[in-house]
């Protein structure tokens, strides 16, 4: 169950440092962003989530910050653990009429013990 | 555990065939959503049900069909199989009030679909 995209790109840090995982949306009209997580062979599980009308979110030893300005998404993993290691998902939704959630390409975290 | 399930996790069938993936939603959702993942085309919308009835359609392709029925339970079917539909396909739910809030979907682990 694991997304391996032959593209996709790579973030390696070491145990205990801090992440940041970037992502570009597409549509200036959406206004709902998660994030999600996934590990191999299981599906996405939701990570954290923010409104446009908000630029910055907080949850357990994660952050998300918006930019509507560049259409930027950053996911921000404080003390990255092994745990973590997983391929990581921005979604928007556009589509209010829908609740449906367009996902980007996704960016793998390894964490190096 | 997300309370989304999924049957078959495996289904290993040949080109031509039809098969039927099976999605029960979390206790109380109303909406069931789903997703083909492949190497390729990462997370791609298929199609989302709402109380029975189709809501909103992505790249679907004709021979894919999907229904919800009235316990809630979703199912997704392909037919006339080629080797690229081979991919996992996820189910999703929320509880979608129907207001058009925007809320967080909540994924199934994933049928696994290889076509020889």
């Known amino acids: 169950g694991e997304s391996v995209g032959l593209h996709l790109p790579t973030l390696s840090v070491q145990e205990g440092d801090n992440s940041i995982i970037n992502c570009a949306y597409s549509n200036s009209a959406s206004d709902y962003f998660i994030w999600y997580k996934q590990e191999s062979g299981k599906g996405p599980q939701f990570i954290i989530d923010i409104r446009s009308n908000m630029d910055k979110r907080q949850g357990q030893r994660v952050?998300?910050?918006?930019?509507?300005?560049?259409?930027?998404?950053?996911?921000?993993?404080?003390?990255?653990?092994?745990?973590?290691?997983a391929v990581y998902f921005c979604a928007e939704n556009f589509n209010n009429a829908g609740n449906m959630l367009t996902f980007g390409g996704g960016t793998r975290l390894m964490v190096k013990p | 555990d997300s309370g989304v399930t999924q049957t078959p996790k495996h289904l290993i069938t040949a080109t031509g065939q039809r098969v039927t993936l099976r999605c029960s939603p979390r206790s109380g959702d109303l909406s069931v959503y789903w997703y083909q993942q492949s190497l390729d085309q990462g997370l791609q919308f298929l199609i989302q049900y709402y109380n029975g009835e189709e809501r909103a359609k992505g790249n679907i392709l004709e021979r894919f069909s999907a229904q919800q029925f009235p316990d809630l339970h979703s199912e997704l079917n392909l037919s006339s199989l080629e080797l690229g539909d081979s991919a996992l396909y996820f189910c999703a739910s929320s509880v979608d009030t129907g207001q058009a809030t925007n809320e967080k979907l909540f994924f199934g682990s994933g049928t696994q679909l290889s076509v020889l």
Do not use: E, R
Request: hydrophobic share 40%; charged share 15%.
């Open chain 1, 63 to 85: 952050t998300v910050l918006l930019n509507k300005t560049v259409k930027h998404l950053s996911l921000q993993i404080a003390a990255t653990q092994p745990g973590d290691s």
